[in-house]
DNA sequence: CAGATATTGGGTATCATTCTCACTGCATGG
DNA sequence: CCATGCAGTGAGAATGATACCCAATATCTG
């Protein structure tokens, strides 16, 4: 994990890259993040940081996901779940319980990566796309609501 | 691909199993989601059979998912996607196109993805949870979007 | 400080999906 | 062969997460 100072410094640097300024709001959504033990909600977020208007914090995790800071991950339930982007922070995969909706982060091991990555790469171009990223998620229950 | 009198009959006793009919409509929807090349939309799947009722067919798609007969994929894009389950077909990942939302299936060579199963059952144990599925998602530009 | 531009937040609009409910149709038992 | 009951249907309305609007502020630059 990058230590606060600079990470404070690379958000900053990415909002300046797009003309965006790195506010008070802007700032406690990164920090809510951080301070997060996981991907959390919208809701979640709110709760952590009750100053935040929930306008501009759906606004501005938007404009912190096109300036790279943010990632925004869609599951199926009722409410997206944002983090860190992971140039912020480092690759990882997601474990997520049907019940209740938790994520936690887990990452694999070096090489199993790397290998991942690679058949991955030749997959996508065998199909003529390029990729950018890629995501893999664990789907089960939770300890609590096994 | 399992042959379509076979796909007939496991729909069926899924169905079944869940006191649900095999009717006319979710026969369409199967027969659309069996023909789609690939993951497909509510929409699209109403364009190629135009006779079903967007609340029928959503309501379906539903109870046909509850059945195990359907996956439901949540991406980003407007639209969720929807696929037959991998139990009648087979296990696969899927390439993502971030600009136009097409969904594309591929396949990990058997090996690396039993290698996967296992790393991925060692993790989600050591966070306490029990997994019943994974997904591997590509994202990046499709041929036409680049 | 002035002017220009970015940001905020409360309210409102959007739109995919789900729900409601009256109606239809299929199956079973007598 | 009809009556009864329950599953299924479809048109429309409701829901709810998220995005948008816009007037009021805040911040930068020279």
């Known amino acids: 994990m990058v230590a606060t100072s600079e990470l404070e410094r690379a958000v900053n640097d990415r909002l300046a890259e797009h003309d965006l300024r790195y506010t008070a709001g802007r700032r406690a959504i990164v920090e809510g993040l951080k301070a997060a033990d996981g991907p959390v909600t919208l809701p979640e977020l709110l709760d952590?940081?009750?100053?935040?208007?929930?306008?501009?914090?759906?606004?501005?995790?938007?404009?912190?996901?096109?300036a790279g800071v943010v990632r925004r991950l869609v599951h199926g339930g009722e409410h997206a779940h944002f983090e860190l982007s992971e140039s912020l922070t480092e690759h990882h995969h997601h474990l997520i319980c049907e019940s209740c909706g938790l994520v936690r982060d887990v990452t694999l091991e070096t090489k199993l990566e790397r290998t991942l990555d690679k058949a991955f790469d030749t997959l996508a171009e065998a199909e003529g796309f390029v990729t950018t990223h890629h995501t893999v998620d664990l789907y089960g229950l939770c300890s609590t609501c096994r």
């Open 48 to 66: 952590s940081s009750p100053d935040l208007a929930q306008s501009s914090a759906y606004r501005n995790l938007g404009l912190l996901e096109e």
